[in-house]
């Protein structure tokens, strides 16, 4: 009998956890100061840790640009969720579907024409598309898929990177980021890598550090070498400090 009743005891204390956190659940799904805070913490948490990736593929479009894209969309979710607890009218979706439409404008910027080569910024718009949408999962409360979605985008943007490069890309245009010594210039760059059946088709100049440069350039690679062989040609010219692949 007395491990029978323990059994129960044990039980009943394992329903009562449960109902505990099925308490703490519901009360974060409505809209109070305390679910406010989350909603707001983790909509910046999650738009930052996509643009984590875009920031160091150096993308205009980065880590706080994400973080307030997500912010702004779970806001807004979470105030058409209050005029319609609230007001009791409006249909708190509407709201959010603006969102889906502002971000359409904000994507088509960050995606540029480059001369005759190609288009880039497409992954970078996407990325924003997507973290708007995590915001409003997020806003409205659905913090499970909000997460979840999180993860896989960072995973997408960050990992599947290589498996593209490998499998599906064609490399006859690619864009690298490069330093290089302040004695060295672009012309010179473009002299060493012509042998290798390289051409320099665009240059984008950064900010310039303390002695050295950086730019971003976009190669064409005529005798179709392989991603690491072009980085190997680069990383053997005196002077080249890092060259990254952009897109």
Same mark, same amino acid.
């Given at each position: !009998? ?7 005891? %044990? ?9 505990? &956190? ?5 009360y974060? +799904?409505?809209? %109070?100061?305390?679910s406010?805070?989350?909603? &707001? *913490?983790?909509?910046v948490i999650c738009?930052?840790?996509i ?10 479009a980065?880590?706080?640009?994400? !973080? ?8 807004? !979710?979470?105030?058409?969720?209050? !005029? ?10 509407? *709201? $959010?579907a603006?969102?889906?439409? =502002?971000?359409?404008?904000?994507g088509? =910027? ?7 080569? +190609?288009?880039?910024?497409?992954? @970078?718009?996407?990325?924003?598309w ?7 999962t997020?806003?409205? =409360?659905f ?18 990177? +290589? ?11 690619? =864009? ?25 088709e665009?240059?984008?100049? $950064? @900010? ?12 064409? %690679? ?5 991603r690491?062989? &072009? ?6 010219i ?10």
């Amino acid at each position: !009998m007395g491990k029978i009743n323990a059994v129960k005891n %044990n039980r009943s204390k394992e329903d009562g956890s449960l109902d505990q &956190i099925l308490m703490i659940v519901s009360y974060l +799904k409505e809209l %109070n100061i305390l679910s406010i805070m989350l909603r &707001i *913490l983790l909509a910046v948490i999650c738009g930052g840790i996509i643009g984590i990736e875009r920031g160091r593929s150096h993308q205009p479009a980065g880590m706080r640009t994400y !973080m307030l894209v997500c912010l702004g969309a779970a806001i807004v !979710m979470a105030t058409g969720q209050y !005029m319609h607890d609230t007001f009791e009218t409006g249909d708190p979706s509407r *709201l $959010g579907a603006q969102v889906i439409s =502002g971000i359409g404008f904000l994507g088509a =910027g960050s995606i540029i024409t480059s001369g005759k080569t +190609k288009v880039r910024g497409l992954t @970078t718009a996407a990325g924003l598309w997507a973290s708007a949408c995590i915001g409003l999962t997020i806003g409205v =409360g659905f913090y499970s898929a909000g997460l979840i979605a999180t993860l896989v985008v960072y995973l997408i943007m960050a990992r599947f990177k +290589k498996l593209e490069y490998k499998f599906l890309v064609d490399d006859v245009y690619s =864009g690298i980021y490069i330093e290089y010594d302040d004695t060295l210039s672009i012309t010179d760059i473009a002299q060493h890598i012509a042998g290798s059946g390289l051409e320099i088709e665009e240059v984008q100049r $950064g @900010t310039k550090g303390k002695g050295f440069q950086k730019a971003l350039v976009t190669l064409k %690679n005529t005798k179709n070498e392989s991603r690491d062989e &072009i980085l190997r040609i680069l990383d053997c010219i005196d002077g080249v400090k890092y060259a990254k692949y952009v897109f």
